[in-house]
């Protein structure tokens, strides 16, 4: 009896999380005169129990983003049942891409050219894999991702390889002072992707930006992929 509770109540939890998310990116697309149904929500679920976030795929999230490996491979046996669609949001090793291309249909946190071409190289699906630049916005040390000036030419190069598909830009910047500073920094990356797509005749299409924190102004900017993790499934274990 007691588990039976608990399940409906962590149902009606997760119908309650996502749907607050849904209106979230629904409202912000409005002020921004933009179709919600261009923008994917993707699950940040690293660090989540595989019960919590299968509530949440049976209540109609479609997209999941795991920074660990391991941990990513191990909610796909308790998760694959629901078909969500595995984004890679992590770091990624050279030494891991094949494991990450055996598990992931959309990789993030591509920043250098060999990552790229292991990956799809070692892709074992028909359907290229899908792969996102980081961009390092605000040139941190710590930080992965491809600088701002180096950015084009590494979409150019990466284009070119086949069995990949090149969709465009993932950033995540340093908190700003005020959301107008905020905006200009997903401005600029979105800038960014426009003048690298006519620079070099390419069609990237996807731009990974927003969290919890920063969804409403990423998506003010062009965002059409938004990672969220604390917002919607609660605070990380
Ligand atoms: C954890 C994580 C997120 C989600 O962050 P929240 O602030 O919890 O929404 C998004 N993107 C990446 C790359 C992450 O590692």
Known sequence: ?????????????????????????????????????????????KKQQPELIRLFLEQGLQALGENYLQEAIGKRAELDVLNPEWHFIGQ?????????????????GVDRLKIAQRLAKQNPNSDPINILLQLNMDAE??????????????????????????????????????????RAVFASAYQLM?????????????????????????IAEGSTIVRVGTDLFGKRE
Request: charged share 20%; no cysteine; hydrophobic share 40%.
């Open 141 to 182: 040390e710590s930080k992965g991702g491809v600088l701002v000036d180096s950015a084009a030419e590494l979409a150019d190069q990466v284009a070119q390889i086949g069995g990949a598909s090149l969709r465009g830009f993932m950033l995540i910047p340093q908190p700003r002072d005020s959301d107008s500073e905020q």
């Open 1 to 45: 009896m007691a588990s039976v509770t608990k399940f409906m109540i962590n149902r009606e939890y997760a119908a309650k999380q996502l749907n607050k998310i849904q209106n979230r990116i629904q409202d912000a697309a409005n002020a921004a005169n933009r179709d919600a149904s261009s923008i994917k929500l993707v699950g940040a679920s």
């Open 194 to 218: 426009q003048d690298t797509n006519q620079r070099y005749g390419l069609v990237m299409d996807s731009l990974s930006m927003g969290m919890s924190g920063d969804l409403e102004a990423a």
């Open 92 to 108: 990624i090793q050279s030494n891991k891409t094949k494991l990450v291309a055996q598990n992931f249909s959309w990789v993030h």
